[in-house]
């Protein structure tokens, strides 16, 4: 038989971690429980509603679908490491102003695929916005004010201000 535990060593948010997991523990249980980054949500566990959504090598991915021993010599980042640099302020700022936040469950995952959009460069349509966020599911604003705030930060990232 195999073994169940492993040693892993990954950077996360910057800092070198080492830790041993089970062969079974999901990246965003690894980073809730093991290493108390709470900001990354469990919703539906099976890849639907986005909430855990974390940067691995760069890359968003599901937290939930990915496992921790995968990310052994890894870079995560998840919301607490990104908001800290400043990258998304504006977004933050946005989704504040523009009420795309209620409870809030959804928004650490909802902020961080807006900004692997935005990274791309341009001003995407508000077609390009909904389908882009289309993986994260948010149970209370209805959408509209979410993509109004990605749009109004795609227009002053690109001097376009409304
Ligand atoms: S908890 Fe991972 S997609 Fe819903
Ligand atoms: S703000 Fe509540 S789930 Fe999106």
């Known amino acids: ?5 492993h040693d892993i060593a990954l950077t996360v948010n ?12 999901t990246l965003v249980d690894f980073l809730r429980e093991d290493l108390d980054l709470t900001g990354s949500h469990v919703g539906c566990e099976h890849g ?9 090598d760069g890359a968003i991915v599901r937290g939930c679908l990915t496992l921790a021993v995968q990310c052994d010599g ?3 980042e998840t919301i ?3 908001a ?3 990258a998304i302020a504006d977004l933050r700022e946005a989704f504040e102003r523009r009420n795309a936040l209620q409870c809030g469950f959804c928004t650490p995952g909802m902020l961080l695929t807006a900004q692997a959009l935005l990274a791309r460069g341009g001003v995407p349509s508000r077609d390009e916005i909904r389908a882009h966020l289309s993986g994260n599911y948010c ?3 209805g959408y509209h004010a979410i993509v109004d705030a990605v ?5 002053a990232r690109a001097g376009q201000v409304k």
């Open 151 to 155: 749009e109004a930060v795609a227009q």
């Open 84 to 86: 800290d640099s400043g």
């Open 48 to 56: 639907v509603c986005g909430a855990c959504t974390v940067r691995l």
């Open 1 to 5: 038989m195999t073994d169940r535990f």
């Open 14 to 25: 910057g800092e070198p971690v080492r830790e041993r997991v089970d062969a079974r523990r």
């Open 80 to 82: 607490e490491g990104v």
């Open 139 to 141: 149970r209370c604003t």
């Open 74 to 76: 890894a870079t995560v």
